[in-house]
């Protein structure tokens, strides 16, 4: 059987769960991270050294790297209805994929840190303000995509990418700071409310 390693809480973790959902995939989960059994143990670190969660175990083979771990899930379960295999379908999934890793979380980080985690080393007013201006700049950019597809962020099904995104569109809805009116965010979240998963994993008072 499958096993994930990693606290619900964590977000990265939330997106392995919500897809093995979306799978109808057993798992099995040890809690692993804050609050929980470190992940500087040596047996954790032995599976993956950067001390992070998720960490997948399938059978003989382990596994880091949250979008990773959910590429490889939907690639070796029957995950083609989300994770396309045409090349040009794929790119589009893999490219909103990517840009959450690297531009969204980004934007977040100050904020979320400042104003959730309450992180003393992130309450600075200038760097506060600057961050969330930039997160409502890129949250700008999720709303354009949006609004060309009329549906989820690559397209105008459902698709692995959601997974990444829905997430963090939950962080931006559940952090308090002021938010800007972007209709085509919040139809999307209505939207992926209508999925179990996404009740459970995503929108479930979590940021």
């Not at 499958?2 to 057993?26: F, M, Q």
Request: proline share 5%.
């Amino acid at each position: 059987m499958l096993t994930i390693l990693g606290r619900a809480s964590s977000i990265n973790v939330r997106k392995v769960l919500w897809l093995c959902d979306e799978l109808s995939l057993p798992y099995q989960r040890e809690e692993w991270g804050e609050g929980f059994k470190s992940t500087h143990d040596a047996r954790f670190l032995a599976l993956n050294p950067n001390a992070m969660v998720p960490v997948i175990k399938d059978e003989d083979f382990v596994l880091w790297e949250s979008n990773t771990i959910i590429r490889y899930l939907a690639n070796a379960y029957q995950g083609e209805w989300i994770y396309p295999v045409a090349p040009r379908a794929r790119a589009q999934v893999d490219r909103w994929i990517d840009w959450q890793a690297t531009e969204l979380n980004t934007a977040w980080r100050y904020a979320f840190m400042a104003l959730v985690r309450q992180s003393p080393a992130h309450q600075n007013e200038r760097l506060l303000a600057a961050a969330c201006k930039g997160w409502t700049y890129t949250m700008g950019i999720l709303n354009q995509q949006l609004q060309k597809t009329g549906g989820y962020i690559a397209g105008v099904s459902f698709s692995l990418a959601d997974i990444p995104i829905g997430l963090s569109v939950n962080r931006w809805y559940e952090t308090p700071l002021e938010h800007a009116n972007y209709p085509a965010i919040r139809a999307y979240y209505e939207r992926l409310t209508a999925r179990a998963g996404y009740v459970k994993w995503g929108r479930n008072g979590t940021p």
